[in-house]
């Protein structure tokens, strides 16, 4: 995987949008030939488990399709270039860095003042 950033650091992260476009040649590169599909299902899951305060929405291109998968945060974050399963586990660690988790349903419950 590579990292390209054009994030200024105070900018807050809401989405994580990840290309599945897939190309009719097949010697063009696509995203969803290198798997971005089943990436898309692996990062939703882990997302989900963990309660990470982020969207994760699907597009059909980046532009950057040589260097597919791709994924990027938004607004106006960083790509991910050559994501493939084994980065899994590291983005959605960032993502929660980032974006920190969404209060469970009991804590919203019993919280002073709700
Ligand atoms: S196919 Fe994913 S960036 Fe073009």
Do not use: W
Request: with cysteine.
């Amino acid at each position: 995987m590579s990292l390209e950033s054009t994030q200024p650091s105070e900018m807050l992260i809401t989405t994580l949008v990840i290309c599945i476009n897939k190309r009719f040649r097949i010697d063009q590169r696509s995203c969803a030939m290198g798997g971005s599909p089943e990436l898309v299902k692996m990062i939703e899951s882990g997302v989900k488990a963990r309660r990470i305060n982020i969207k994760i929405e699907t597009t059909v291109c980046f532009g950057h399709c040589s260097k597919g998968p791709v994924m990027r945060m938004i607004p106006g974050g960083k790509f991910y270039h050559e994501v493939c399963k084994d980065d899994i586990a590291g983005i959605v660690d960032e993502l929660e860095e980032l974006c920190g988790t969404k209060p469970d349903q009991d804590e919203m419950q019993f919280a002073p003042g709700s």
